[in-house]
């Protein structure tokens, strides 16, 4: 295959990677998703920078691929801690319910209403009192007798 065919093939893979990360980084709202196009994006780079490394027989290109890769594996850790937190704290992970974040000398930028959160009842499970052993159920027993 002719090279610079190659080249640009893999150019607009790359292209339509990043394009369709940002387009999606830019009309969604949960988090989850949005790191993803970011990531998409970023992946989208990558492509175009080891099509050109290998255009230029320089493996200069396909390095910094492989630090850009380790760095997202770090940072995708880092943002699954983060979601977790947030989904602990809010119940939700769509963007407008963080808007109030800001810093302490700026107004406040609501940009769309946020709707109150439904009350959860949290029920914890129970466990049987120590000492005391559970009745058997008949049924469950007949059932799974092989178990």
């Known amino acids: 295959m002719n090279e610079v065919a190659l080249l640009r093939s893999l150019l607009a893979i790359g292209a339509i990677l990043f394009a369709t990360g940002v387009i999606g980084l830019l009309t969604r709202r949960n988090l989850i998703v949005m790191f993803l196009s970011a990531e998409l994006s970023l992946q989208g780079i990558a492509v175009s920078l080891v099509a050109w490394s290998r255009y230029h027989n320089n493996f200069g290109g396909q390095m910094l691929v492989i630090f850009i890769i380790a760095v997202a594996a770090c ?32 107004p406040p930028h ?38």
């Open 75 to 106: 940072e995708a850790a880092i943002a699954l801690a983060l979601f977790v937190k947030l989904f602990h704290d809010r119940g939700t992970l769509d963007v407008v319910a963080w808007q109030t974040l800001r810093e302490e000398n700026l």
């Open 110 to 147: 609501i940009d769309i209403e946020v709707p109150e959160p439904e009350a959860r009842e949290e029920k914890w499970p129970e466990l049987t009192p120590a000492g005391r052993e559970p009745a058997p159920n008949l049924q469950q027993q007949r059932h799974r007798a092989r178990v």
